[in-house]
């Protein structure tokens, strides 16, 4: 793999492993004859959605899908062509983009089905639709009772051309909880819905299963998968067993300063750590301004020099100071904070367990004005 040096703040991401993935979790829908979306909302879930989308394209994804219209269209404008979802719409949106840029749009309302097909009619083109019904998430998607009331307007709108609906749709609240009885309620109410839609005259595909039931339920497959968090290498389901997802983001910066300070000295606001005996410091030039947690300050290990090195005291805006004992250390070593973990560096589930949080919303807070992305692609072999 061509390597770059480490700048200040980098994330490098692995286009290689993002390839690996896809085709991971693309083989596994294909053997229950499902096609693959990929989902490169938040960015590509802060690893850069036009990177995402080309790397999943090449690896046999066959639909991207993300949440807003302004994202669907910056990935037309990087001239991405394949087939393109977005769920989520802002109070008056405007269909009309997305109509001419073929974006299907989700419906989980009339007065939304209205607005598209109203799009539709004015841009001259039919508007690609899916119908999302609420099983039990409670979150967007249209509840139960209104459902037939939105399957036979839709059935309506594609009689006179303003509409064809592609799927009925929905999102699992639990999938990622193995067993978990609520995944089996959705699965029903799901088929209840998609009973009403053809008998309601509409012939749509369905797609229900997220990364975690894409990993765990192959009978929820159906006609299409949705995959986010396992397409970056992130295993929603590791309890699952090993699904041979790579991590594509290593979080990485480099040594700017080495010192010695004798026994006795305190480091970084607040004088939290006192050094027991001389050692050396390396300062590290990433801090909370770079997706560092200040509330981790003195609870990460960062990989450096070929070993898990504590950070200490606290992590301050730009900057943070590990502690390397007796070992040459030298300005210009590279310093992993998170990875695939390979070397031994930390991982964005090491991180997010420290925070109380999920792997998510680790690697999707990451991307920031001053942190740079690299993006590595494997070498063309011969
Ligand atoms: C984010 C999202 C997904 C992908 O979920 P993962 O758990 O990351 O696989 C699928 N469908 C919808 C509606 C989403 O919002």
């Known amino acids: 793999m061509k390597e770059e040096t480490a700048r200040r703040a980098d994330l490098r991401i692995d286009v290689g492993a993002l390839r690996r993935n896809v085709a991971v979790l693309a083989s596994r829908a294909a053997a229950s004859g499902a096609r693959t979306m990929v989902v490169v909302k938040s960015d590509g879930y802060g690893h850069g959605a036009v990177t995402v989308a080309r790397a999943a ?138 009973v009403q839609a053809r008998r309601a005259g509409l012939s749509p595909e369905r797609h229900l299963a997220n990364s975690a039931a894409t990993l765990t339920r192959p009978e929820l497959h159906f006609e299409m998968v949705r995959v986010g968090i396992a397409a970056y290498g992130l295993d929603p389901v590791p309890e699952h067993g090993d699904h041979g997802l790579v991590p594509a983001m290593t979080f990485r910066s480099s040594v700017v300063l080495t010192k010695r300070v004798a026994a006795g000295e305190r480091v970084s606001y607040g004088h939290t750590w006192t050094a027991e005996r001389e050692t050396t410091l390396a300062l590290v030039p990433v801090g909370y301004g770079d997706g560092v947690p200040r509330v981790l300050s003195g609870r990460l290990a960062v990989w450096l020099a070929d070993a898990l090195r504590p950070q200490v005291g606290r992590v301050c805006m730009d900057q943070i100071v590990v502690d390397c004992g007796d070992d040459p250390v030298a300005v210009g070593d590279e310093v992993l904070l998170f990875g695939p973990g390979d070397h031994g560096e930390p991982t964005a589930a090491d991180w997010a367990r420290e925070l109380g949080t999920i792997h998510y919303e680790v690697v999707t807070g990451m991307f920031r004005p001053r942190v740079s992305r690299t993006v590595v692609e494997p070498e063309v072999t011969t």
């Open 57 to 194: 394209l090449a690896a046999g994804a066959d639909e991207l899908g993300v949440a807003s219209v302004t994202e669907a269209l910056d990935l037309r404008a990087h001239d991405i062509t394949a087939p393109l979802m977005a769920w989520l719409h802002g109070p008056g949106e405007d269909f009309r983009p997305a109509v001419r840029e073929d974006v299907a749009l989700s419906a989980s309302s009339l007065e939304t089905l209205h607005e598209i097909a109203k799009a539709a009619d004015q841009v001259g083109r039919t508007a690609r639709v899916h119908l999302k019904i609420d099983t039990g998430l409670n979150r967007n998607g249209c509840p139960a009772h209104l459902w037939h009331e939105l399957v036979t307007a839709a059935a309506r709108a594609e009689d006179t051309g303003s509409v064809r609906v592609l799927a009925v749709w929905s999102h699992l609240a639990c999938a990622d909880e193995l067993d978990h009885p609520s995944i089996d309620e959705q699965a029903e109410r799901f088929h209840a819905a998609y």
